[in-house]
C-alpha cells in the first residue's frame, strides 16, 4: 500500500514538473471570429446625490480577426461591429430611446503564458489591451463617418482572461478565447459631461459610467 502511494506521489511531482515547464517557443498564425458586448457606458448626472439623469450606451457585436502568436505574446486586428439601443434619460422629462450602430477596427496586444496539459491541450492566462477605432456610426438613422464625429466612440479595453488550445495535429490547432475587461471614457462622453457641466452652471454633478463586457473568440491557428 505504501508502495503504491509512493508510486502516486512521484508520478503526480513528474505531473506537476511537466504542466510548470518552461513552455517550447512557437509562432502561429489565426483566423476567426468573435462576438463582444458593454455592458456600462454613457453618463449619469446627480444633484445633492440624488441621479436627475443618464445617457446609457450599451452594445453588443462581433467581427473577425487575424492574430500573430509568439508563445508569450501575441497580436490582433480585426473589424467588428456594434449595436445597441442607448437610452437617454431625464428627471421631469421621461427617457427617450436611440438606436446605434456602428463599424470599426481594432488593435490588440497581449501578454500570456501557456500551460501545456497534454499533447492536445494547453491553457494560457493573458492580460493585454485593444485599441478601438470607430470609422462609422449610425445614431436614430443619421449616419456618422470618421471626419464628422465617429472616431469620438474609439476607446481603449483593459482585458484579462485566458486562450484554450485544442490541437487537432501537431501543427494545427482550435482556439477559444474568453476575455472580460473595461474601458477607458471616450470622447463623445467626456464632452457631453463638460456640455452638461456648463449647461448647469456646475450645479449638477456628471461622471462616466464604466464600461464593461466580455468578448469571446473562436479561431484556427497554424503553427509555423
Given at each position: 500500500?505504501?508502495?503504491?502511494v509512493?508510486?502516486?506521489?512521484?508520478?503526480?511531482?513528474?505531473?506537476?514538473?511537466?504542466l510548470?515547464?518552461?513552455?517550447?517557443?512557437?509562432?502561429?498564425?489565426?483566423?476567426?471570429?468573435?462576438?463582444?458586448?458593454?455592458?456600462?457606458?454613457?453618463?449619469?448626472?446627480?444633484?445633492?446625490?440624488t441621479?436627475?439623469?443618464?445617457?446609457?450606451?450599451?452594445?453588443?457585436?462581433?467581427?473577425?480577426?487575424?492574430?500573430?502568436?509568439?508563445?508569450?505574446?501575441?497580436?490582433?486586428?480585426?473589424?467588428?461591429?456594434?449595436?445597441?439601443?442607448?437610452?437617454?434619460?431625464?428627471?421631469?422629462?421621461?427617457?427617450?430611446?436611440?438606436?446605434?450602430?456602428?463599424?470599426?477596427?481594432?488593435?490588440?496586444?497581449?501578454?500570456?503564458?501557456?500551460?501545456?496539459?497534454?499533447?492536445?491541450?494547453?491553457?494560457?492566462?493573458?492580460?493585454?489591451?485593444?485599441?478601438?477605432?470607430?470609422?462609422?456610426?449610425?445614431i436614430?438613422?443619421?449616419?456618422?463617418?470618421?471626419?464628422?464625429?465617429?472616431?469620438?466612440?474609439?476607446?481603449?479595453?483593459?482585458?484579462?482572461?485566458s486562450?484554450?488550445?485544442?490541437?487537432?495535429?501537431?501543427?494545427?490547432?482550435?482556439?477559444?478565447?474568453?476575455?472580460?475587461?473595461?474601458?477607458?471614457?471616450?470622447?463623445?462622453?467626456?464632452?457631453?459631461?463638460?456640455?452638461?457641466?456648463?449647461?448647469?452652471?456646475?450645479?449638477?454633478?456628471?461622471?462616466?459610467?464604466?464600461?464593461?463586457?466580455?468578448?469571446?473568440?473562436?479561431?484556427?491557428?497554424?503553427?509555423?
Amino acid at each position: 500500500m505504501k508502495k503504491r502511494v509512493l508510486i502516486l506521489v512521484v508520478l503526480s511531482i513528474f505531473g506537476m514538473i511537466n504542466l510548470f515547464a518552461a513552455p517550447e517557443f512557437k509562432m502561429s498564425l489565426g483566423l476567426g471570429g468573435l462576438i463582444r458586448n458593454d455592458f456600462g457606458g454613457g453618463v449619469e448626472s446627480s444633484f445633492n446625490e440624488t441621479v436627475v439623469g443618464h445617457y446609457t450606451t450599451p452594445n453588443f457585436g462581433g467581427g473577425g480577426l487575424i492574430y500573430l502568436d509568439m508563445t508569450f505574446i501575441e497580436f490582433s486586428m480585426g473589424l467588428f461591429g456594434l449595436g445597441g439601443e442607448w437610452e437617454d434619460y431625464g428627471a421631469g422629462i421621461g427617457t427617450n430611446n436611440i438606436d446605434f450602430s456602428g463599424f470599426g477596427w481594432n488593435m490588440g496586444i497581449y501578454g500570456k503564458y501557456p500551460f501545456f496539459i497534454n499533447k492536445k491541450f494547453s491553457v494560457a492566462p493573458l492580460l493585454g489591451m485593444t485599441f478601438d477605432f470607430m470609422t462609422s456610426v449610425k445614431i436614430d438613422e443619421k449616419k456618422i463617418n470618421s471626419q464628422e464625429g465617429a472616431s469620438d466612440l474609439s476607446t481603449i479595453w483593459f482585458r484579462g482572461g485566458s486562450d484554450l488550445d485544442f490541437y487537432l495535429t501537431e501543427k494545427i490547432y482550435l482556439r477559444t478565447k474568453l476575455l472580460y475587461g473595461v474601458r477607458i471614457g471616450n470622447k463623445f462622453e467626456s464632452d457631453m459631461i463638460k456640455y452638461l457641466d456648463e449647461l448647469s452652471g456646475g450645479v449638477v454633478d456628471t461622471k462616466q459610467l464604466l464600461g464593461h463586457g466580455y468578448e469571446i473568440m473562436l479561431a484556427i491557428g497554424i503553427v509555423q
